[in-house]
């Protein structure tokens, strides 16, 4: 088995050499069926000037995209349509749902229920918890250790902001929910709570 890394590196490769194909410009294969003769021992020249003539492509496509996509950005986050920390994206359709379905609504949306890892998250969440003037439920379940929480992707909750006395109803308040100083209690999962999804 390769490392994690290695598979990376392997990976990377694979997907710039795929990526060229779509671009039109094959970047390996060309240098062979054009019956070119690989050096013995050598790099081939062929090919590394396939595969930065490639990437000169693939950027004239990444930064206008990239400058396009920062321009959306800065329309939403101007609308109050999205808020951002770090590099994560908040959104909220305005909408109410239980904690089940909103896990489902924002994975058909590409995302996933909000789940703050730290001070910044939370707040980029209360900017619409406030907004709306509603709670909104958090991607956090209780274990099966009552108190404790875990994020839904299994990972311990490293950040935490409790309000004071909660949680209170260990083992039987199994959702997180926010409320609208930012501060966090459990509670049970089939109440309707403000759908709030990162991406
Ligand atoms: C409710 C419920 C609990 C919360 C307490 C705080 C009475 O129960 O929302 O989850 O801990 O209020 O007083
Ligand atoms: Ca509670």
């Known amino acids: 088995m390769p490392s994690p890394?290695?598979?990376?590196?392997?990976?990377?490769?694979?997907?710039?050499?795929?990526t060229c194909y779509a671009l039109g410009s094959p970047a390996g294969p060309r240098s062979v069926s054009n019956g070119r003769r690989l050096p013995e021992d050598g790099v081939d020249e062929a090919l590394i000037s396939d595969l930065l003539s490639c990437a000169d492509e693939m950027d004239d496509i990444h930064l206008p995209l990239q400058h396009l996509?920062?321009?959306?950005?800065?329309?939403?986050?101007?609308?109050?349509?999205?808020?951002?920390?770090?590099?994560?994206?908040?959104?909220?359709?305005g909408k109410t749902a239980d904690f089940y379905t909103t896990v489902q609504k924002c994975k058909q949306a590409g995302g996933s229920i909000a789940t703050p890892r730290n001070q910044g998250?939370?707040?980029?969440i209360l900017y619409f918890v406030k907004q709306f003037n509603k709670y909104a439920y958090l991607g956090a379940k209780e274990s099966l250790i009552p108190g404790k929480f875990y994020s839904l992707n299994g990972a311990e909750m490293n950040y935490t902001?409790?309000?004071?006395?909660?949680?209170?109803?260990?083992?039987?308040?199994?959702?997180?929910?926010?409320?609208?100083?930012?501060?966090?209690?459990?509670?049970?999962c089939n109440h309707n709570r403000l759908i709030v999804c990162q991406f």
């Open 5 to 18: 890394q290695l598979f990376r590196k392997i990976f990377g490769v694979a997907f710039f050499l795929l």
């Open 121 to 124: 998250e939370n707040a980029a």
């Open 161 to 188: 902001n409790w309000h004071l006395g909660e949680p209170s109803a260990k083992g039987e308040e199994e959702c997180v929910e926010m409320y609208t100083d930012g501060t966090w209690n459990d509670k049970k």
């Open 69 to 93: 996509i920062s321009r959306l950005e800065g329309v939403l986050r101007l609308e109050g349509k999205i808020t951002a920390s770090g590099g994560k994206i908040f959104a909220t359709s």
